[in-house]
């Protein structure tokens, strides 16, 4: 059995996705997907001129190797661009080997764990009141986990605050715009809406908050602390993690649980983290951490350590990543949440897929394969819009992490 080609298709319904189709010479084909929110073309050059040459010709049963000789091949590891090429590979074969099969793919990862996936959905508003409003509209579309992110008084465009309600998207723009951050602010802001929040709804929803890389590991700790009365579900990226050793101070201080690993690419960003238990929640998802075949190494290093999942799944993960992580959070023993943030209309109807949202949960289809495909006629029209996300500036002007 042979890969006869494999197609790079970008397309943009409301927003950018990369998508590797893969062939064979039994008809047989499968769908990765490939996208870099506000990247995208590298990773389309990435796939074009550099993989698909390669694995043209290759046995696609040889899931393994073929991930093996993408990775030790390329010489130069890791990196967001080269592990999510190595990602819309995998994906592909799996969806390959899996209708080759006749199963679902949660099968061949080791079959069901559970009935359905409970997944967080977004919540926001300009301010304390709006975003409480927002809760309660997800509180009543069935939703038992919600995250929740409000602008802040004196800050320009803080982040986690959409326009629409269901419908967040923070790559607006052709050039990256400017937003604003103050920590103080945000430090005096933040725990007063998980207040209002469980006096209004009380204890039987699980809360989440987003920090976005945003406050420094003393200010974290210090976050982490102020929210303790409200029982978190988590506290996400609250420092950045290049250096993962930061975390043992914040987790020194408060018992909040902690998530990170949205922006991770391999095992090697987490593998401290995990190891010194100074997280919760491994939050890497299947496009950006190199595929079903990686993330699931990921999950169970983090298993040793009672660390649970919670895969990113914002907008920029095509459905086809959406896909394939119900599959694999359907099967992995150590599932703790998934993040679901709807696509659109124009973007479900691209990506026709089998997947199903119901009373706060997610469920993955019986079709054989990952249960994700892509209407390439729909694709073409339309094309590709640059779009990139929003950069951050302190008051002074200093650029801070968005
Ligand atoms: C999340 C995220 C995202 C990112 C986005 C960037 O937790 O959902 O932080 O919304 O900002 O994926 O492309
Ligand atoms: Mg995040």
Known sequence: MKIISAKVIVTCPGRNFVTL???TDQGVYGIGDATMNGREKAVVAYLEDHVVPCIIGMDPRRIEDIWQYLYRGAY?????????????????????KAKMAGMPLYQLLGGRSRDGVMCYGHANGADIAETV???GQYIDLGYKAIRAQTGVPGIKDAYG???GKLFYEPADAALPSVTGWDTRKALNYVPKLFEKLRETYGFDHHLLHDGHHRYTPQEAAN????LEPYQLFWLEDVTPAENQEAFRLIRQHTVTPLAVGEIFNTIWDAKDLIQNQLIDYIRCTIVSAGGVTHLRRIADLAALYQIRTGSH???????VTMGTALHFDTWVPNFGIQEYMRHTEETDAVFPHDYTFEAGELFCGETPGHGVNIDEELAAKYPYKPAYLPVARLEDGTMWNW
């Open 313 to 319: 799944g914002a907008t920029d993960l095509s459905p």
């Open 161 to 163: 605050v959409g326009r």
């Open 76 to 96: 130069w590891r890791r990196g967001p661009v080269t592990m999510r090429a190595i990602a819309a590979v995998d994906v592909a074969l799996w969806d390959i």
């Open 133 to 135: 409003d927002a809760v």
């Open 223 to 226: 976050l982490g602390k102020m």
């Open 21 to 23: 189709k893969i062939t």
